[in-house]
């Protein structure tokens, strides 16, 4: 749709862009497991028994980069001979803290997610009991728009708004 001009920029991860698309770093997004906030986890971290003893509410939009991260960690249960055991899937957050205090639910999520939902319906965010890469988040627009003043002032105003989170470099 960006190639076609009905969408001016788009943000997020997005590794099938070519040749007349430009990019910019806006921050790198780590994760998280959303719990409910009376549920143990020792030092702040799930261990890898709490993590794949709980039911998991798997979140998935359906724009997003998102994806990325559920392929990065269904390899490391598959290396591990390890299987979550999945109790819902949604594609909103809108009552994603609703539904892991109600339960023994882990919720993966982006650092961004967890920080906006940390206090509202009792949870909490602890560390994944495994690395993963962090993701990175930027802007893509299609060359057209590379000289636009207000495609410009637009790309400007949202490199204010995230590029103080680690990892922020130039447009490439």
């Known amino acids: 749709m960006m190639k076609l001009g009905q969408i001016d920029l788009a943000i997020g991860m997005f590794r099938d862009l070519h040749g007349n698309f430009r990019q910019q ?3 790198h997004e780590a994760y998280v497991a959303l719990v409910r906030k009376d549920q143990p986890a ?3 971290r799930l261990s890898i028994e709490e993590f794949f003893a709980s039911d998991h509410v798997i979140y998935q939009p359906m724009a997003g980069s998102h994806a990325h991260f559920e ?3 269904n390899a490391l249960c598959l290396k591990s001979g390890k299987v979550r055991r999945i ?6 957050s809108s009552a994603l803290d609703q539904i892991v205090s109600s339960g023994d639910f882990i919720a993966s999520v982006p650092t961004s997610l967890a920080e906006a939902l940390i206090g509202r319906n009792g949870v909490r965010a602890v560390g994944l009991p495994f690395d993963i890469a962090t993701t990175a988040i930027a802007q893509f627009w299609h060359e057209r728009y590379q000289g636009d003043e207000g495609h410009q002032w637009l790309r400007a105003l949202i490199h204010e708004l995230f590029h103080d989170r680690p990892g922020s470099r130039g447009a490439v």
Request: hydrophobic share 65%.
């Open 25 to 27: 770093l806006l921050f």
């Open 42 to 44: 020792a030092g702040g």
């Open 71 to 73: 392929a990065e960690l």
């Open 87 to 92: 109790a819902l899937q949604l594609a909103h």
